[in-house]
C-alpha cells in the first residue's frame, strides 16, 4: 500500500548534507526548510500544498532512469496559484523511445536545457514552505532524491508528504481504476495534457481540491486530523 504520510522525520547531521562541488550552496539551506514540519493546527484551507510531478526517461532510477522535466504549482489557501515552475532537464542521455512516445518529450528536445544540480534550486525553493504533495508522490520523491543524493550529497526528507493518489483510494474504494486521468474525469476535472510534467500537477491540484470537502465531511479539518485519518488508514 502506498503510504501517503512519511512520518519518520529523522534528520540527518548537517556534515551529510553538505553541498559537493557543482552543486548549488543554497540547496542543503532549501532541503532544510523542504524538510521543516507544517503546523498541525491550520485547517486543510489554510494550508499551502507544493503539488510536484517529474517526467523521466524511465521507472527505474536505480538502472539509470533520469528526469527530463519537473513542474510544482502552488495550492494557497485553497486557491490554483498562477506562478507555476516548470522546466525541460537535460538527462545526460538519450531519451527512449517509448518514453519519447509517452511523454512528447524526446533527446533532441531536452538537449541544451539545464541539467538537474541547475534545476533542483528553483525546484526546491517553490516546495519550500508547503506540504509536498503529488500523485503517486513516492515516485516523484525518489526521483528528486536520487539525483539530490548523487549531485548534492543530500536527500528530501519531510515529516509529512501528502499522496492524493493514496486519498483517492481511501475516498472512493468502490472507483474500477484509480488512474490519474480516470480520478480526474470522476471529478468533472478537464484532462488534457497528461504525462507532461505541468499538466498533470495542475490536475492534481485541482482533484485535492475536489477532495477537501470530502476530507472535511469525515471530520478532517486539520493538517493533524489529516496525518491521523492517513495513519488510520494505512493500517486498515
Known amino acids: 500500500m502506498s503510504i501517503a504520510a512519511n512520518l519518520s522525520g529523522l534528520w540527518r547531521n548537517y556534515a551529510e548534507r553538505a553541498a559537493v562541488p557543482g552543486c548549488s550552496d543554497l540547496t542543503p539551506e532549501l532541503v532544510e526548510q523542504c524538510n521543516t514540519k507544517p503546523s498541525e493546527d491550520l485547517s486543510l484551507y489554510e494550508l499551502v500544498y507544493s503539488v510536484i510531478d517529474t517526467e523521466t526517461t524511465g ?18 489557501s485553497a486557491k ?9 532537464v537535460d538527462p545526460e542521455r538519450e531519451v527512449p523511445e517509448l518514453a519519447a512516445t509517452i511523454t512528447g518529450i524526446t533527446t533532441e528536445r531536452v538537449q541544451g536545457q539545464p541539467v538537474l544540480e541547475k534545476v533542483l534550486p528553483r525546484m526546491l525553493r517553490e516546495m ?12 516523484d520523491l525518489v526521483f528528486l532524491n536520487n539525483g539530490l543524493k548523487r549531485k548534492c550529497g543530500t536527500t528530501l526528507n519531510p ?10 483510494r481511501i475516498l472512493k474504494p468502490r472507483a474500477r481504476t484509480f488512474g490519474l486521468g480516470a480520478m480526474a474525469r470522476e471529478y468533472q476535472i478537464s484532462v488534457k495534457d497528461r504525462h507532461n510534467a505541468l499538466g498533470d500537477a495542475l490536475i492534481t491540484a485541482r482533484l ?4 477537501l470537502p470530502e476530507l472535511e465531511a469525515r471530520g478532517v479539518r ?3 486530523d489529516l496525518r491521523h485519518f492517513l495513519r488510520y488508514h494505512a493500517f486498515y
Do not use: H, K, W
Not at 63 to 75: H, K, L, Q, T, Y
Not at 80 to 88: C, G, K, R, S, V
Not at 208 to 211: A, D, N
Open 80 to 88: 490554483i496559484q498562477n506562478d507555476y515552475f516548470y522546466t525541460l
Open 59 to 76: 521507472l527505474r532510477p536505480d538502472a539509470g532512469d533520469e528526469v527530463i522535466s519537473v513542474a510544482c504549482v502552488r495550492v494557497v
Open 222 to 224: 486539520t493538517l493533524r
Open 208 to 211: 485535492l481540491l475536489c477532495l
Open 159 to 168: 515529516p509529512m508528504v501528502l499522496d492524493v493518489l493514496s486519498l483517492c
Open 128 to 139: 519550500a514552505g508547503g506540504v509536498i504533495t503529488g500523485f503517486n508522490i513516492q515516485f
